[in-house]
């Protein structure tokens, strides 16, 4: 009896179309091919019976997930998704993507299950709004109301002096990309504690500063950040511009730490103006510590401690986020107590030796005087805004980067010294080649002739320099300036680029 129910069960689940008997027959020779007939029976009908629950659960998912509407097939969550990876893809601001909306929803029948908004269709989906807007008046230094566009403190009608600030839940956000990252980090983690440089790239974890912090916090599993802070042009007819306060772990490796979802997006500054620091970041400076005083909970056996590495930027950024003079003041160095002069024109710095550095507890106390008495001491404005979260001090902890002094800096100064050396007819031929040339399509950025260097884009000049600069050169430099020009490539792809000759690549190139 048991093994004819037990036939009967797998004629309905295969839905075969035989008599009882040859059912029957067939388990039965299956019993009697294998001795222990219990436990294969058993097995079988657990899985039969699992099929058919899970069926059940496919069905009941399927009611629980309503249609568009009741004249098509297709579910409200496989539409909404379409929607919105349309949406996104296309770049439609949410003004427009409400007005898309609506006007799908005007020609659909009623009654259907599509969101009438753009917030309707974001809850749906579960997608958290993770971005917390404040206004922020730039003439009395106030905070606007929700949606509010008119200063009622100062009585200020004027946009351009209201500025808008998005801040992220820097918790919650941490949170997941840890989860997701971790067993990279605890990876690459492991190397670091190890000391083994894998790829001999002499990477951050590696260097002076970062084993200075592990022994400052040895008794704790740290995550640190390298802040970041730069300002982009939002449109070319007006002075919009948006500034993005973000962040790049350091134990992660380099291939992974600078993609761009491997970072943390902090905060978001749109104005006609240029952010002050203080006021923009004062909210999620406190957001930072607060982290900074709790551990970040990834699972039942891992934690994590927040630390601030360092910060970087180009120079503009980082004037604004140390409160320090600019690259043109008498005292533009972070690092060091040269003093600029006049020459041609220009503000000039010359090298002297011996160097005299700016030290921790120099920079610290320059600062605060700065701060208390409101005026410039060698070069320092006031207190940077960071000086509170930031792990190692100032100014250690400021990163001068590869893409900013190289390629916009030495290089770019290298290009045009040698552009206007050439005569006028020289110098169209020299751009005439670069609009010319050809390069692969993973090349993200095309070659801007050097008469526009104003605009021009540090992978456009890393392009110029590696690829284009000797070939096109030759035909107007003496030998000499192109064997110099020659060797200061060669000393940037040695000094900059990963590790041919093993741990003494950094000597050879010097």
């Known amino acids: 009896e048991e093994d004819d129910i037990i036939g009967d069960r797998l004629c309905q689940n295969y839905n075969v179309e035989s008599n009882d008997n040859n059912c029957t ?3 039965n020779n299956y019993i009697l091919n294998d001795e222990p007939g219990e436990q294969k029976n058993d097995f079988y009908i657990d899985n039969f019976t699992d099929s058919a629950t899970s069926d059940e659960d496919s069905n009941e998912a399927t009611t629980e997930d309503p249609r568009i509407h009741e004249f098509t097939n297709i579910t ?44 309707d269709l974001l809850l749906f989906m579960n997608i958290d709004d993770l971005f917390f807007k404040q206004s922020f008046c730039l003439v009395c230094k106030q905070y606007l109301e929700y949606k509010q566009r008119v200063c009622f403190t100062c009585k200020c009608f004027d946009e351009k002096a209201i500025t808008d600030v998005y801040n992220v839940n820097v918790k919650h956000v941490l949170k997941t990309l840890l989860k997701r990252l971790s067993p990279i980090i605890e990876k690459y983690k492991k190397n670091i504690y190890d000391d083994i440089d894998e790829e001999e790239t002499k990477d951050i974890p590696f260097g002076k500063l970062y084993k200075e912090l592990l022994n400052k916090y040895a008794s704790e599993n740290i995550i640190s950040l390298i802040l970041h802070l730069d300002g982009v042009s939002l449109t070319r007819s007006s002075n919009l511009k948006m500034w993005l306060f973000s962040g790049s772990f350091v134990e992660l490796p380099p291939s992974f730490r600078y993609r761009r979802y491997n970072m943390i997006l902090l905060s978001i500054w749109v104005a006609y103006a240029e952010p002050q ?8 400076i406190s957001q930072i510590q607060l982290i900074k005083m709790q551990a970040i909970t990834i699972s039942e056996v891992l934690s994590y401690k927040l630390k601030i590495f360092a910060i970087t930027g180009d120079c503009p950024a980082l004037k604004l986020v140390l409160k320090f003079t600019s690259h043109v003041g008498y005292y533009c160095c972070w690092l060091c107590y040269i003093r600029g002069r006049h020459v041609g024109g220009k503000r ?3 090298f002297k030796l011996p160097m005299i550095m700016r030290d921790r507890d120099a920079y610290e106390e320059e600062s605060r005087l700065a701060e208390q008495k409101q005026i410039n001491v060698y070069g320092h404005l006031g207190l940077s805004v960071l000086s509170s979260v930031l792990d190692i001090p100032l100014p250690d902890a400021i990163i001068i980067d590869y893409l900013h002094v190289t390629l916009l ?24 080649w670069f609009k010319m040339q050809i390069f692969p399509h993973y090349f993200n950025r095309k070659i801007k002739p050097i008469s526009k260097f104003g ?8 392009n110029i320099l590696f690829y284009a600069a000797l070939p ?9 300036q192109l064997s110099h020009l020659a060797l200061f490539i060669c000393f940037t792809r040695l000094l900059h680029g990963q590790s041919i000759v093993g741990l003494e690549t950094n000597k050879i190139a010097k």
């Open 25 to 27: 027959s067939d388990i």
């Open 76 to 119: 409200t969550t496989s539409y909404c998704t379409d929607l919105l990876n349309l949406l996104r893809e296309a770049g439609v601001s949410k003004l427009h993507s409400k007005r898309l909306i609506a006007l799908i929803q005007s020609v659909l029948p009623t009654p259907n299950n599509l969101p009438s908004t753009m917030d």
């Open 277 to 284: 620091s203080h006021v923009w970041l004062q909210s999620i």
């Open 348 to 350: 000039q710095y010359e």
């Open 409 to 432: 800096g030495h290089t770019k100064a290298l290009i045009l010294n040698i552009f206007h050396s050439f005569a006028p007819n020289e110098r169209l031929e020299v751009d005439n």
């Open 455 to 462: 605009f021009v884009k540090a992978t456009e000049v890393k």
């Open 472 to 480: 096109v050169f030759q035909l107007y430099l003496s030998i000499e």
